[in-house]
């Protein structure tokens, strides 16, 4: 009996506490063994009870186990398996690499978080956003919805005595990530799970429900109709443990509650859910990507050789993007790769990852294009002066011409207000250009490129009249030669 109350006691306490939320804390199961091991032990000293040093020992001896299998399943006996998480595609960056401005991203989330909060206090369309609401750092995400890219910022309930007093949250707000000059749109659809919300109607709790104890992840989007969901998605071990990869996908309605989970495989072949943007979360994909870059001459030549090794490019402590494409519509995480051993800011290769699937499509011809940091470093330098109250953020890809660039937004220090866009030529980075929007310098771009090629045509032009010139000359000068050679001949006649 005392090991039954054991039990309830640990799963309370998983409950309460609302665990786990990543696969890197524990699974509520181990939790909750790794808690009855603890309070027996602590009772068989208390008591002397010979159970609970019998679970103790065996507790014990089944973590060494654990560890032991776990050890011969790291990376140092089974590297080559740690590179086949990913289905790998090589591809050419002009044919995934988008070219147009209206794809690319400018507005970054701080951007967004600024704009979406001056909606906060405000009257529209007879909804008072007052300060019952917030909006979180933690719940939001890039999705795309009718063609069109936005933050997603579901509002959440200030604190404990607001969810209290409020049946429901009034609804979310879209911001535009294209255009930084766009206002925030304040969408009223109602919802009453939230991650603020408390018990029953905790979005945590509900993912919890679902996931069996598992291990999860999850993240806000809207569907054609505009509804909110919570898109979770939960884990299974691979390689004994050592590498999670996705298992089951929750859906989770966030105006009743209602759920569907179904298996990983099931819903990549289904097209019921297309509106799902992604649903393998940015830590899980670096860690696929750096497992590729780091063990494709296995282990030990990490240790020793460090041959061919890459890591992704180290701006924004390795940020990686969700970005747009020329595949498909889906939104596709993108990071330049570059050797363990460069110091000159270049690429080896670029990746992208299909944001609902396991396919990495490997871009091998940006070998040598300066990285995302040689390119704020090359807008920094061109900023001069300016460079003290502006800074380049978001360095994003665009193909150009059929040649790669950086883009990025240039914002203000200290509000992170939009002022101006810039672009680096990636295998010149001398080459930079500084303008209000990326239509005007990608039309500049194209516009000098055109007179280049007249002028160009027109230099053929005159060297060919130049050359006309001269052999006319020349044909006079032989003509001349002729007649007088003629009247010779008649004189010798």
């Known amino acids: 009996m ?35 091991g603890f309070w027996s032990f602590i009772d068989s000293f208390i008591k002397e009870n010979e159970i609970g040093i019998i679970y103790t020992v065996f507790s014990g001896i089944g973590i060494v186990v654990l560890l032991l299998l776990v050890f011969f399943n790291s990376e140092i006996f089974r590297a080559k398996d740690y590179t086949r998480i990913l289905q790998i595609k090589e591809i050419n960056s002009t044919k995934v690499i988008v070219s147009k401005p209206e794809k690319i991203r400018k507005v970054t989330f ?23 609401y917030e909006i979180s750092d ?95 998605v939960t884990y299974k071990y691979k390689i004994l443990g050592n590498v999670f990869i996705p298992d089951k996908i929750i859906i989770l309605n966030a105006s009743n509650g209602n759920s569907k989970k179904i298996k990983y495989e099931e819903f990549i072949k289904t097209k019921k859910y297309t509106w799902i943007d992604k649903i393998l979360p940015e830590y899980i994909i670096k860690d696929y990507i750096e497992w590729y870059g780091k063990y494709q001459e296995g282990f030990w030549n990490t240790v020793f050789e460090q041959k061919n090794i890459t890591v992704p490019t180290e701006y924004n402590e390795s940020e990686i993007w969700l970005v747009e494409n020329k595949l498909d519509k889906y939104l596709k995480w993108f990071t330049g790769m570059t050797s363990i051993n460069s110091k000159d800011n270049s690429l080896a290769y670029g990746v992208m990852i299909d944001s609902r699937t396991l396919t990495m499509y490997k871009i091998n011809d940006l070998n040598n294009i300066t990285d995302e940091q040689g390119a704020i ?34 914002i203000s220090k200290n509000t992170d207000i939009y002022q ?74």
């Not at 409950?15 to 181990?30: A, E, G, Q, R």
């Not at 701080?110 to 019952?132: D, E, H, P, R, W």
């Open 2 to 36: 005392r090991y039954f109350i054991y039990f309830i006691l640990s799963a309370l306490f998983i409950y309460f506490t609302k665990l786990p939320v990543n696969p890197y804390f524990i699974s509520s199961w181990m939790v909750i063994f790794v808690l009855i």
């Open 110 to 132: 701080k951007m967004a978080l600024n704009k979406a909060n001056k909606i906060l206090g405000k009257n529209i369309n007879g909804v008072l956003i007052n300060t019952q």
């Open 138 to 232: 933690n719940d939001k995400a890039i999705i795309m919805y009718k063609g069109n890219e936005y933050w997603l910022l579901p509002l959440q309930y200030s604190s404990f005595f607001k969810w209290i007093g409020n049946n429901n949250i009034p609804g979310y707000i879209l911001v535009d990530a294209i255009n930084p000059n766009a206002d925030p749109i304040f969408v009223n659809k109602a919802f009453k799970y939230s991650p603020s919300a408390y018990f029953e109607t905790n979005v945590n709790r509900k993912m919890w429900e679902n996931s069996n104890l598992g291990l999860f992840d999850y993240h806000p989007e809207i569907d054609e109709k505009g509804d909110l969901y919570y898109i979770g």
């Open 377 to 410: 470093h090359a807008i920094e330098s061109k900023l001069g002066a300016n460079a003290i109250q502006w800074k380049p953020v978001l360095p994003l890809p665009i193909i150009i011409n059929k040649h790669f660039y950086w883009t990025t937004s240039i």
């Open 420 to 493: 101006k866009t810039a672009i680096v030529k990636g295998n010149n980075i001398s080459e930079v250009i500084i303008g209000n929007t990326l239509k005007e310098i990608i039309n500049n771009i194209l516009t000098n490129n055109l007179t280049n090629i007249k002028n160009k045509k027109l230099s053929v032009k005159q060297q060919l009249q130049i050359k006309m010139k001269k052999l006319k000359k020349d044909l006079k000068i032989i003509n001349q030669n002729i007649n007088e050679i003629e009247k010779i001949i008649e004189k010798l006649n």
